[in-house]
């Protein structure tokens, strides 16, 4: 699962997604989970609105928006049945969250070593993600925040080999690998 992208300015955004300069809103150009990062979400009578919000969704039931758990990816397959995912799911808060490019973590050599992916072409992808608006029931603070979507990758050939493998799981059989969560 990506636990770091960078993000284009807001300019690339503009030529990728004809989204307009008119945002005045900062983000850090690599983003990690819980720190501020941009993402688009349908608009009505617009075709999309650039967002700031918290990379890690925090879903309305929250009683705060610091959890003790990790919010930054969602599993595809899973989002219906996740309490923390399901109502946005459910609700079409569906947002693209731009990306020049992601780091995964690869464990081959027996230690981490990052690796970058990217478009050959150097232009923006457009990664899946969900979006919510969570407020404060005390202070009335709204924070808007997404989660970026994943897909079980163990048969892919290259992103397979991306993670260290779970060591409570069963050792893996003959070009199979335990890899978790990653898009394809």
């Known amino acids: 699962m990506c636990n ?3 993000s284009p300015d807001e300019a690339a955004m503009e030529r990728a997604w004809h989204i ?7 983000w850090a150009s690599e983003v990690y989970p819980r720190s501020q990062g941009p993402f688009l979400r349908a608009k009505a009578n617009a075709p999309c609105e650039l967002v700031v919000g918290v990379w890690g969704l925090i879903p309305a039931r929250a009683q705060t928006s610091k959890l003790a758990y990790a919010t930054n990816n969602a599993r595809s397959e899973e989002l219906s049945a996740k309490p923390t995912f ?3 799911w459910k609700k079409g808060q569906r ?3 731009p990306a020049i490019s992601f780091d995964e973590p690869n464990w081959e050599s027996g ?3 990052w690796w970058r992916f990217y478009r050959a072409d150097g232009l923006p992808w457009g990664l899946a993600g969900l979006w919510n608006t969570w407020v404060d029931r005390t202070t009335g603070e709204i924070v808007e925040s997404y989660t970026m979507l ?3 990758a163990d048969a892919h050939p290259l992103m397979s080999r991306m993670h260290q493998p779970d060591p409570r799981l069963p050792a893996a059989s003959a070009g199979q690998t335990q890899c978790r969560g990653h898009r394809v």
């Open 95 to 97: 947002c693209i969250i």
């Open 86 to 88: 399901r109502d946005a």
């Open 20 to 26: 307009g300069r008119h945002n005045q809103h900062k």
């Open 111 to 113: 230690r981490n070593i």
């Open 150 to 152: 994943t897909v079980n």
């Open 4 to 6: 770091r992208y960078v």
